[in-house]
């Protein structure tokens, strides 16, 4: 049987490459794009990491060499980024049926089918045509598991050397294992801090002598997970391609607010708005719901203010993907945890107890109506159809609608050129 292959295609400097692509005079210009309430840098061009700008980095600790270098800095754009990723994996699902979106920048193909002495030029067809269809600058990772495709995918980044593409099937392993003595063992995927900590306690510092250890030993003192990145990491498969998206078994929404917010009525519009926004995505992957948790807090950093937290949780009668259901209870659950005169900074809804939309439990004494239960997801697809095609939040119930002052900062966001007529990109 032929072994499997592994490709993992990363974008660079997604993000970053986004705001480049229609803005030309970005080229070789240090560029950084912020997370939420533009707090921290989540992306950097290779010109800004030169400089010495961190990833997670506040803001307000790299603005002197912002100016004094002149760096870009933008907002995040998701619109943007989403509608761009989409693009790209597009074009990956061309070269091969079998594909797993990892991340909005991130996807593994399954190559087995490419003959093995043509794999680094498939590679490299692969980035000329994204780069050609998208505009987009990718990274190739080929591997026999998706752990060493990460290896790949990093060593690429690293080194200009492999020009793009990197395929590990024709190395010996003690060239193999050469290279991964230079990886520290936190930066191998599936092993986080918590992991790192313990593996380097035990005196396992790079991902070589992670793979070096005895994967029984691994598993008896650590978990199954690390377990399988020491069998990856020696070349023996354990995680398959997955075409499919697992359902998520909890859904969150939650953002800081832009500032500060006292107001019940302006806490309630920002619930729920978030309570629509997770009932649809329970809808996007056909799933139900029973479990609603509500919670509130202050800003944690601004010690000089009165501090508060709390959250409530409470469930449905029955499982729902009705958007009403949601909202009714969300609010009810934010009544019973708000308290005046806090400067609150963020709150949330987090849905759990999932389970497949096709597996509707009845009741004993009649309260679930098939009838009813039908009648309400079809106005809900309805509704769902009609913002995906007039744009989100195009319909939307009463209690969402007011100012929305209090959504998050985004003053330095570019243009959203590829899902707004208003802000299309023009040429003058």
Not at 373 to 378: C, I
Not at 385 to 394: A, C, D, I, K, S
Not at 400 to 428: A, K, L, N, P, Y
Request: aromatic share 10%; hydrophobic share 40%.
């Amino acid at each position: 049987m032929k072994p499997r292959v592994f490709a993992l295609v990363d974008c660079n400097n997604f993000y970053v490459s986004c705001e480049r692509l229609f803005c030309a005079e970005l080229r070789d210009r240090p560029v950084i794009v912020l997370s939420n309430n533009d707090g921290c840098v989540v992306a950097r061009s290779k010109e800004a990491k030169a400089l010495g700008i961190a990833m997670g980095q506040p803001l307000f600790q790299c603005q002197k060499l912002i100016e004094k270098h002149q760096v870009a800095v933008y907002s995040s754009n998701y619109a943007l980024y989403q509608e761009l990723s989409d693009r790209v994996m597009a074009v990956l699902k061309r070269f091969t049926p079998a594909r797993e979106v990892y991340s909005i920048d991130e996807a593994w193909l399954d190559l087995s089918h490419v003959p093995s002495d043509k794999l680094e030029r498939y590679g490299q067809q692969i980035r000329q045509r994204v780069l050609q269809e998208t505009g987009i600058p990718v990274s190739v990772g080929i591997a026999p598991t998706k752990t060493l495709s990460k290896v790949a995918c990093e060593l690429v980044k690293r080194h200009g050397m492999f020009s793009g593409v990197l395929n590990m099937l024709p190395w010996p392993e003690k060239e193999c294992d050469a290279w991964l003595a230079g990886i520290h063992v936190g930066d191998v995927w599936g092993i986080g801090p918590q992991l790192s900590r313990k593996l380097k306690a035990r005196g396992i510092h790079s991902a070589r002598a992670l793979k070096q250890a005895d994967h029984i030993w691994i598993r008896h003192y650590l978990n199954v997970t690390a377990q399988r990145a020491v069998l990856e990491l020696q070349g023996i498969s354990c995680l398959p391609v997955q075409t499919h998206t697992k359902p998520r078994k909890g859904i969150m929404v939650s953002l800081a607010f832009g500032r500060a917010v006292e107001e019940l009525d302006e806490l309630e519009e920002a619930i729920a708005t978030y309570a629509a926004s997770a009932a649809e995505t329970l809808r996007r992957q056909r799933s139900l719901a029973t479990q609603v948790s509500v919670f509130l807090q202050t800003n944690p950093f601004e010690r000089r203010t009165p501090q508060y937290a709390m959250s409530a949780s409470a469930s449905l009668p029955l499982a729902s993907a009705f958007t009403p259901d949601f909202l009714d209870l969300a609010l009810a659950l934010l009544h019973t945890i708000y308290q005046p005169g806090y400067r609150y900074k963020r709150t949330g809804i987090y849905l759990t107890q999932i389970r497949p939309q096709y597996v509707v439990q009845s009741d004993l004494f009649g309260i679930f109506s098939p009838e009813a239960f039908a009648r309400q997801m079809h106005l809900m697809a309805t509704i769902d159809e009609l913002n995906r095609y007039w744009g989100r939040n195009m319909l939307s119930f009463g209690t969402q609608i007011g100012r929305r002052d209090w959504f998050m900062q985004q003053t330095r966001r570019s243009q959203r050129f590829t899902t707004r007529w208003e802000e299309i990109f023009t040429v003058s």
